[in-house]
């Protein structure tokens, strides 16, 4: 069984090796996504394949859409060729259950995948063709939170971002700048509304992509390189509904691959492009899936409701933002992420099985998280809590690791801890010096950043955009040996742009430094450490 259109035919040889086909006409659909296409996804992972795209899938099927999506990728060009193209724009999704057990659907919502490239003529002059389209009611996105930036660690505007507000739209190389380039050709041909709707994992994901966005237009407009009043289309014809998001996905599982070879799957290979994207054409995901959405919508709304999506108010949006990615599942990730790394794991779900580590996330969720959290009413935060720690994170089917999740830590920091520590500070009747397991784990990032394990070894950092700022700092400190470091380490510290806030005002930066030096002891001080704040 290989992963194209025409070997789909053969029904029969697919449903007895128990996978799910798409029950509409496929080629039909694409046919009327290309002459009328509605939902544009920027951003081509896993996650988009293994829960937009199926809940279009799953709205293809009952016949509630006509269209599918038009995917398109701007970071790394390779996945279009060989995670889509390659197969027909076909996936398969394999969910991953708890109990073992294995569900197998081929997902075949995606009419179209192409190069979000400037210097792609063909599909770049296509890109613009469906973003001039009245019907284009939806672009989302999945990019990861560094795809909005425009700034880096010094608050400058990235050297892309500078020439691109000083080059032609058609120019852009930045990815907003490529984004706000196709808006640019929607308003020429009549200020055509629309709606982009980030659901990338960052605190006010909408207001990110607004802000980065309207910089653009602003720019263009003064330098005289975009019409006067594309930035009041940007601002007013333009909406950008907050989100949140929540889906394990991993990097494809060897186990996943034996499993599926096993029933006659051929197309299982992974590839590791040059930009270490690993790609294959299956995604393995967990079963659990919540995607809440602002209902602010400009060119019509798309049913998704009827997938599962919830829509709701932006009030509501948040408090179900702040409760995942701040409070009961985000920051314990990271957790397990860092302390993972440095306890020589592998898998998220033999972490759990660590008495400590077990512990470790079980009190930041529901002792020191769960008190800032509001109640959004559409979601419980101590049923979603209790089936991350209980259901989710131990999954040993799950092929999930620390140091996937310890990508872009400090990107990150700010928005899994800080907010909780700013809400700490700015209560009345919560204590921020009362906090231990939160700095327990700023500390062990600290120590993670020394690049040695509990044991004293040497291992690989997980991709992170500030390492080269960072690690030379860090690395000059050795494991075992007593020295002053607040000088090394308050600069760190007391970096508002990772931490959202400075620990030293907060009343957390001492603290963190004296469980950073209790990890550097010598070997063996990352797990004592542990058992003596968590035993």
């Known amino acids: 069984m290989k992963l194209k259109q025409s070997n789909l035919r053969n029904t029969i040889v697919w449903e007895e090796k128990g996978f799910e086909l798409p029950k509409f006409d496929r080629n039909k659909m694409i046919e009327q996504t290309l002459k009328n296409p509605e939902w544009v996804h ?59 057990n294995l569900d197998k659907k081929v997902v075949g919502s995606i009419a179209e995948s192409l190069c979000m490239d400037t210097t792609n003529t063909t599909d770049w002059n296509r890109l613009t063709e469906i973003f001039k389209n009245p019907g284009l009611k939806m672009v989302s996105f999945t990019i990861t939170e560094k795809g909005y930036s425009l700034i880096n660690d010094k608050q400058e505007f990235i050297p892309s971002v500078l020439d691109d507000f000083k080059h ?114 299956f995604v393995n995901a967990e079963e659990p899936q919540y995607l809440v959405i602002e209902d602010n919508f400009k060119n019509g709304r798309l049913p998704l409701e009827q997938g599962g999506i919830i829509f709701t108010n932006k009030e509501i ?74 259901v989710r994170f131990p999954n040993p089917f799950m092929p999930d690791t620390p140091q996937r999740i310890a990508c872009d830590t400090s990107q990150k920091l700010a928005i899994r801890f800080g907010e909780t520590i700013k809400a700490y500070v700015e209560s009345e009747h919560l204590r921020v010096r009362d906090l231990t397991f939160i700095p327990l784990v700023l500390a062990g990032w600290l120590r993670y950043l020394c690049g040695i394990d509990d044991q004293g070894n040497p291992f690989s950092y997980s991709p992170d955009p500030m390492l080269p700022v960072l690690t030379p700092v860090m690395t000059q400190i050795k494991l075992g040996e007593k020295e002053e470091i607040h000088d090394k380490v308050k600069e760190i510290l007391s970096n508002k742009s990772i931490f959202g806030i400075d620990l030293y005002e907060a009343g957390l930066g001492y603290k963190v430094e004296n469980l950073f030096t209790e990890l550097m002891q010598g070997p063996g001080a990352v797990r004592n450490t542990l058992k003596k704040y968590l035993d």
């Open 317 to 390: 949006v948040e408090k179900v933002e702040k409760m995942k990615v701040c409070t009961c599942l985000n920051p314990l990730h990271t957790a397990l992420a860092v302390f993972g790394c440095l306890l020589s794991y592998n898998k998220i779900s033999d972490e759990m099985k660590d008495k400590e580590l077990a512990a470790l996330v079980n009190k930041i969720g529901s002792i020191e998280g769960m008190p800032v959290v509001s109640d959004p009413g559409i979601i419980n935060p101590e049923s979603f809590l209790k089936e991350v720690l209980n």
């Open 42 to 100: 920027l951003g081509a992972g896993n996650i988009f394949r293994a829960f937009p795209a199926a809940v279009c899938q799953e709205l293809l099927n009952k016949g509630i859409l006509k269209t599918g999506i038009i995917v398109a990728e701007g970071f790394d060009y390779e996945i279009i060729e060989k995670s889509y193209r390659t197969y027909d724009n076909l996936s398969l999704l394999v969910t991953l259950k708890a109990d073992g």
């Open 168 to 281: 032609k739209p058609v120019q852009a190389a930045s990815y907003i700048g490529r984004l706000t380039a196709l808006l640019y050709e929607r308003y020429l041909v009549g200020r055509l509304p629309l709606t982009l709707v980030s659901m990338d994992n960052c605190s006010h994901n909408g207001t990110r992509l607004f802000e980065a966005v309207t910089t653009f237009a602003n720019k263009w407009v003064e330098n005289g390189i975009a019409e006067a009043g594309f930035n009041e289309y940007v601002q007013e014809s333009i909406s950008y509904p907050w989100s949140m998001i929540d889906k394990i996905t991993p990097r494809p599982s060897e186990s996943v691959i034996h499993m599926l070879e096993e029933v006659g799957f051929e197309d299982t290979s992974v590839v590791v492009t040059a930009k270490n994207t690993y790609v294959a054409p």
